[in-house]
């Protein structure tokens, strides 16, 4: 449910000039870039109730729900992030078979979405259609990257691939608290690892 999460503001100058500059950059400077980026970044987040006029950007994001909801995810709410103006998250939940899923409207970004799974070990594993960000994995916490992809076609690879260990039960009603709090772990774990040179180094390259 982090796929989200990094919008590293400082490295989007990296996008704006000829890609060997924007290489010797990151190569340079990357940790401070790195640490400037996190820094930028909220320890925790709200979701909130959307604006009236926010909700129109949901539009865009009926495709994908509407799909997922035909596989048998339960609405969970639209909602805004308090600290991210713009950002909309539409979360909904696969009680039978233990899978959360949120599909994100970003102004810059567009739409993507994730099918997430956590386990009873507190690790969990996250198919997604954003691109890959560069980062490495926070450990324990996989990332699959599945750009372009469909519902049906990212919820039967979530269902074939998944590890077989037991699963935390998903509900409706969790699903906000889930997600507030998977992102501050998130956060918390790569504010103390930092950002590496090497990272922003491949986040360029993937820029």
Same mark, same amino acid.
């Given at each position: 449910?982090?796929?989200?999460?990094?919008?590293?503001?400082?490295?989007?100058?990296?996008?704006?000039?000829?890609?060997?500059?924007?290489?010797? %950059?990151?190569?340079?400077?990357?940790?401070?870039?790195?640490? +400037?980026?996190?820094?930028?970044? #909220?320890?925790?987040?709200?979701?909130?109730? #959307?604006? *009236?006029? @926010? /909700? $129109?950007?949901?539009?865009?994001?009926? &495709?994908?729900?509407?799909?997922?909801?035909?596989?048998?995810?339960?609405?969970?709410?639209?909602? @805004?992030?308090?600290?991210?103006?713009? %950002?909309? %998250?539409?979360?909904? @939940?696969?009680?039978?078979?233990?899978?959360?899923?949120?599909?994100?409207?970003?102004?810059? @970004?567009?739409?993507?979405?994730?099918? %997430?799974? &956590?386990?009873?070990?507190?690790?969990?594993?996250?198919?997604?259609?954003?691109? #890959?960000?560069?980062?490495?994995?926070?450990?324990?916490? =996989?990332?699959?990257?599945?750009?372009?992809?469909? =519902? $049906?076609?990212?919820? +039967?690879?979530?269902?074939?691939?998944?590890? /077989?260990? =037991?699963?935390? #039960?998903?509900? $409706?009603?969790?699903?906000?608290?889930?997600? +507030?709090?998977?992102?501050?772990?998130?956060?918390?774990?790569?504010? *103390?690892?930092?950002?590496?040179?090497? +990272?922003?180094?491949?986040?360029?390259?993937?820029?």
């Amino acid at each position: 449910m982090d796929s989200i999460f990094f919008w590293l503001g400082a490295l989007v100058v990296l996008t704006l000039v000829s890609p060997l500059i924007k290489y010797v %950059v990151a190569f340079v400077a990357g940790r401070a870039i790195g640490a +400037e980026a996190l820094a930028a970044q #909220p320890d925790t987040i709200r979701l909130i109730e #959307p604006r *009236g006029d @926010a /909700r $129109s950007d949901g539009a865009a994001m009926r &495709r994908p729900s509407d799909e997922l909801a035909r596989l048998g995810f339960r609405d969970a709410g639209l909602h @805004a992030v308090a600290e991210m103006p713009g %950002v909309l %998250v539409h979360l909904m @939940a696969h009680p039978d078979e233990g899978f959360y899923a949120a599909v994100y409207h970003h102004p810059q @970004a567009g739409v993507w979405f994730d099918i %997430v799974s &956590r386990f009873q070990d507190a690790t969990s594993i996250t198919w997604s259609t954003s691109k #890959p960000t560069g980062l490495d994995p926070r450990p324990g916490h =996989p990332m699959v990257h599945l750009h372009g992809q469909s =519902p $049906s076609a990212v919820f +039967e690879k979530a269902r074939s691939t998944r590890p /077989r260990r =037991p699963v935390v #039960p998903a509900g $409706s009603t969790q699903a906000v608290t889930i997600f +507030e709090q998977a992102y501050a772990e998130s956060m918390a774990y790569r504010k *103390g690892k930092g950002i590496t040179t090497a +990272e922003v180094v491949k986040m360029a390259k993937a820029a």
